[in-house]
Protein backbone atom coordinates (compact mmCIF):
# COMPACT_ATOMS: atom_id res chain seq x y z
CA UNK A 1 0.00 0.00 0.00
CA UNK A 2 1.41 4.00 -1.25
CA UNK A 3 1.83 5.73 1.48
CA UNK A 4 0.11 9.61 1.45
CA UNK A 5 3.00 12.40 0.29
CA UNK A 6 5.15 13.17 3.18
CA UNK A 7 4.98 16.91 4.67
CA UNK A 8 7.41 18.42 7.06
CA UNK A 9 6.26 19.44 10.31
CA UNK A 10 8.11 22.67 8.42
CA UNK A 11 5.63 23.05 6.06
CA UNK A 12 3.13 22.56 7.48
CA UNK A 13 3.70 25.77 10.45
CA UNK A 14 4.74 27.92 7.60
CA UNK A 15 0.90 26.94 5.76
CA UNK A 16 -0.73 27.67 9.18
CA UNK A 17 1.30 31.42 9.27
CA UNK A 18 0.41 32.09 5.56
CA UNK A 19 -3.10 31.17 5.94
CA UNK A 20 -3.70 33.34 9.73
CA UNK A 21 -1.21 36.57 8.17
CA UNK A 22 -3.99 36.45 5.07
CA UNK A 23 -7.05 36.46 7.57
CA UNK A 24 -5.24 39.44 9.43
CA UNK A 25 -4.96 41.36 6.07
CA UNK A 26 -8.14 40.60 4.86
CA UNK A 27 -9.28 41.84 8.23
CA UNK A 28 -6.94 45.06 8.50
CA UNK A 29 -5.81 46.19 5.02
CA UNK A 30 -7.93 48.75 2.94
CA UNK A 31 -11.08 47.98 4.50
CA UNK A 32 -13.88 50.05 3.44
CA UNK A 33 -17.50 49.98 4.84
CA UNK A 34 -18.83 49.46 0.75
CA UNK A 35 -20.05 45.66 1.76
CA UNK A 36 -23.85 44.97 1.88
CA UNK A 37 -25.42 46.96 3.61
CA UNK A 38 -22.45 49.52 4.33
CA UNK A 39 -20.96 46.12 6.19
CA UNK A 40 -16.48 46.44 6.59
CA UNK A 41 -14.89 44.80 3.59
CA UNK A 42 -11.11 44.67 3.29
CA UNK A 43 -8.92 44.51 0.45
CA UNK A 44 -11.79 46.70 -0.90
CA UNK A 45 -10.81 48.36 -3.82
CA UNK A 46 -9.77 45.05 -5.12
CA UNK A 47 -12.35 43.37 -4.29
CA UNK A 48 -14.91 45.69 -5.18
CA UNK A 49 -12.99 45.87 -8.52
CA UNK A 50 -13.41 42.17 -9.19
CA UNK A 51 -17.07 42.22 -8.40
CA UNK A 52 -18.01 44.94 -10.85
CA UNK A 53 -16.20 43.04 -13.37
CA UNK A 54 -17.78 40.09 -13.15
CA UNK A 55 -21.44 40.40 -10.88
CA UNK A 56 -23.36 38.06 -9.77
CA UNK A 57 -23.85 34.62 -12.79
CA UNK A 58 -26.95 32.38 -11.22
CA UNK A 59 -25.91 29.78 -13.69
CA UNK A 60 -22.12 29.68 -12.45
CA UNK A 61 -23.74 29.55 -8.80
CA UNK A 62 -25.88 26.52 -9.88
CA UNK A 63 -22.89 24.94 -11.49
CA UNK A 64 -20.59 25.35 -7.75
CA UNK A 65 -23.26 24.04 -5.69
CA UNK A 66 -24.07 20.98 -8.22
CA UNK A 67 -20.40 19.85 -8.50
CA UNK A 68 -20.30 21.06 -5.01
CA UNK A 69 -21.86 17.77 -4.16
CA UNK A 70 -19.77 15.41 -5.45
CA UNK A 71 -17.14 16.78 -3.40
CA UNK A 72 -19.54 16.44 0.28
CA UNK A 73 -20.48 13.22 -1.75
CA UNK A 74 -16.90 12.23 -1.75
CA UNK A 75 -15.78 12.70 1.54
CA UNK A 76 -19.32 10.92 2.78
CA UNK A 77 -18.24 7.93 0.77
CA UNK A 78 -14.14 7.84 2.83
CA UNK A 79 -16.07 8.33 5.95
CA UNK A 80 -18.80 5.62 5.61
CA UNK A 81 -15.43 3.61 4.64
CA UNK A 82 -13.79 4.38 7.58
CA UNK A 83 -17.32 3.21 9.72
CA UNK A 84 -16.94 0.21 7.57
CA UNK A 85 -13.28 -0.42 8.69
CA UNK A 86 -14.00 0.19 12.57
CA UNK A 87 -17.02 -1.98 12.54
CA UNK A 88 -15.22 -4.55 11.14
CA UNK A 89 -12.08 -4.27 12.59
CA UNK A 90 -13.58 -3.61 16.32
CA UNK A 91 -10.50 -1.55 17.05
CA UNK A 92 -9.68 2.09 16.51
CA UNK A 93 -6.38 1.32 16.38
CA UNK A 94 -6.65 -1.52 13.60
CA UNK A 95 -8.70 1.45 11.37
CA UNK A 96 -5.81 2.68 8.60
CA UNK A 97 -3.64 5.16 9.92
CA UNK A 98 -4.53 7.24 6.82
CA UNK A 99 -8.13 7.03 7.24
CA UNK A 100 -8.38 7.81 11.01
CA UNK A 101 -6.29 11.27 9.73
CA UNK A 102 -9.05 12.05 7.28
CA UNK A 103 -12.15 11.79 9.67
CA UNK A 104 -9.62 14.57 11.73
CA UNK A 105 -9.02 16.07 8.78
CA UNK A 106 -12.67 16.20 7.95
CA UNK A 107 -13.68 17.26 11.77
CA UNK A 108 -11.27 20.29 12.19
CA UNK A 109 -12.40 21.40 8.59
CA UNK A 110 -15.74 21.67 9.78
CA UNK A 111 -14.78 23.23 13.27
CA UNK A 112 -13.19 25.80 10.98
CA UNK A 113 -16.01 26.60 8.63
CA UNK A 114 -18.45 26.85 12.26
CA UNK A 115 -15.51 29.24 13.92
CA UNK A 116 -15.88 31.55 10.95
CA UNK A 117 -19.75 31.33 10.45
CA UNK A 118 -20.53 31.71 13.94
CA UNK A 119 -17.64 33.54 15.75
CA UNK A 120 -14.74 35.03 13.66
CA UNK A 121 -16.74 36.61 11.13
CA UNK A 122 -14.36 38.50 8.79
CA UNK A 123 -16.60 40.07 6.00
CA UNK A 124 -20.30 39.25 4.77
CA UNK A 125 -21.36 37.95 0.89
CA UNK A 126 -21.24 40.75 -1.49
CA UNK A 127 -24.96 40.14 -2.65
CA UNK A 128 -28.06 39.38 0.35
CA UNK A 129 -29.84 36.12 -0.20
CA UNK A 130 -33.11 35.27 1.88
CA UNK A 131 -31.34 34.46 5.35
CA UNK A 132 -29.68 38.24 5.25
CA UNK A 133 -26.20 38.74 5.75
CA UNK A 134 -24.10 35.77 5.85
CA UNK A 135 -20.20 35.26 6.60
CA UNK A 136 -18.68 35.33 3.32
CA UNK A 137 -14.83 34.35 4.66
CA UNK A 138 -13.16 31.95 3.78
CA UNK A 139 -15.17 30.59 0.64
CA UNK A 140 -16.60 27.37 2.64
CA UNK A 141 -17.03 25.85 -0.97
CA UNK A 142 -13.76 26.82 -1.83
CA UNK A 143 -12.08 25.12 1.40
CA UNK A 144 -13.80 21.46 1.09
CA UNK A 145 -13.66 21.22 -2.20
CA UNK A 146 -9.60 21.80 -1.97
CA UNK A 147 -9.82 19.52 1.58
CA UNK A 148 -12.22 16.97 0.50
CA UNK A 149 -10.32 16.26 -3.44
CA UNK A 150 -6.21 16.78 -2.33
CA UNK A 151 -6.60 14.50 0.07
CA UNK A 152 -9.18 12.06 -2.04
CA UNK A 153 -6.22 12.19 -4.47
CA UNK A 154 -4.30 10.49 -1.35
CA UNK A 155 -6.64 7.95 -0.70
CA UNK A 156 -6.92 7.03 -4.94
CA UNK A 157 -3.25 6.29 -4.54
CA UNK A 158 -3.15 4.32 -1.84
CA UNK A 159 -6.43 2.04 -2.21
CA UNK A 160 -6.80 2.03 -6.01
CA UNK A 161 -4.70 -0.91 -7.84
CA UNK A 162 -5.46 -0.40 -11.54
CA UNK A 163 -3.38 2.21 -12.66
CA UNK A 164 -6.15 3.73 -15.72
CA UNK A 165 -9.04 3.91 -12.74
CA UNK A 166 -5.90 5.65 -10.68
CA UNK A 167 -5.33 8.34 -13.03
CA UNK A 168 -8.82 8.67 -14.08
CA UNK A 169 -9.90 9.58 -10.35
CA UNK A 170 -7.27 11.51 -10.04
CA UNK A 171 -7.81 13.62 -13.07
CA UNK A 172 -11.66 14.28 -12.04
CA UNK A 173 -10.50 15.21 -8.39
CA UNK A 174 -8.58 18.02 -9.44
CA UNK A 175 -10.99 18.51 -12.02
CA UNK A 176 -14.07 19.10 -10.04
CA UNK A 177 -12.21 21.15 -7.25
CA UNK A 178 -11.14 23.50 -10.09
CA UNK A 179 -14.78 23.82 -10.98
CA UNK A 180 -15.92 24.42 -7.76
CA UNK A 181 -13.63 27.16 -6.91
CA UNK A 182 -13.64 28.93 -10.50
CA UNK A 183 -17.36 28.67 -10.72
CA UNK A 184 -17.89 29.79 -6.82
CA UNK A 185 -15.85 32.93 -7.84
CA UNK A 186 -17.70 33.43 -10.87
CA UNK A 187 -20.88 33.02 -9.42
CA UNK A 188 -20.63 36.45 -7.35
CA UNK A 189 -21.19 34.82 -4.45
CA UNK A 190 -17.96 35.32 -2.62
CA UNK A 191 -15.54 38.27 -2.83
CA UNK A 192 -11.85 37.47 -4.26
CA UNK A 193 -10.20 37.11 -1.09
CA UNK A 194 -13.13 34.79 0.41
CA UNK A 195 -11.66 32.15 -2.11
CA UNK A 196 -7.91 32.83 -1.91
CA UNK A 197 -8.60 32.50 2.10
CA UNK A 198 -10.72 29.03 1.49
CA UNK A 199 -8.00 27.68 -0.19
CA UNK A 200 -5.11 28.95 1.81
CA UNK A 201 -6.99 27.47 4.57
CA UNK A 202 -7.85 24.52 2.77
CA UNK A 203 -4.11 23.99 2.11
CA UNK A 204 -2.65 24.73 5.45
CA UNK A 205 -5.25 21.54 6.70
CA UNK A 206 -4.23 19.15 3.74
CA UNK A 207 -0.23 20.09 5.12
CA UNK A 208 -0.84 19.11 8.63
CA UNK A 209 -3.29 16.01 7.83
CA UNK A 210 -0.16 14.74 5.57
CA UNK A 211 2.51 15.61 8.02
CA UNK A 212 0.02 13.49 10.76
CA UNK A 213 -0.52 10.91 7.81
CA UNK A 214 3.17 10.00 7.03
CA UNK A 215 4.35 9.84 11.03
CA UNK A 216 4.39 6.22 11.95
Given at each position: MKSIPKESLTTAVIMTVIAIAATILVATVDVQPVGVEGTNLGFATMNTGFFARFGQNDTFYKISTIIGLICFATGGGFGLFFLLQLI???????????????????????????????????????????????????????????????????????????????????????????VVIITRLLSGMHWLTDIVGGILIGDMLIAWYRYAASQK
Open positions: RRKSLSKVDRNLSVLILLYILTVSLYLLFDKALIINYRPILRDKGLESSFPSSHAMFAWVIMVSAVDQWNIYIKKENLKIALVACSFLVML
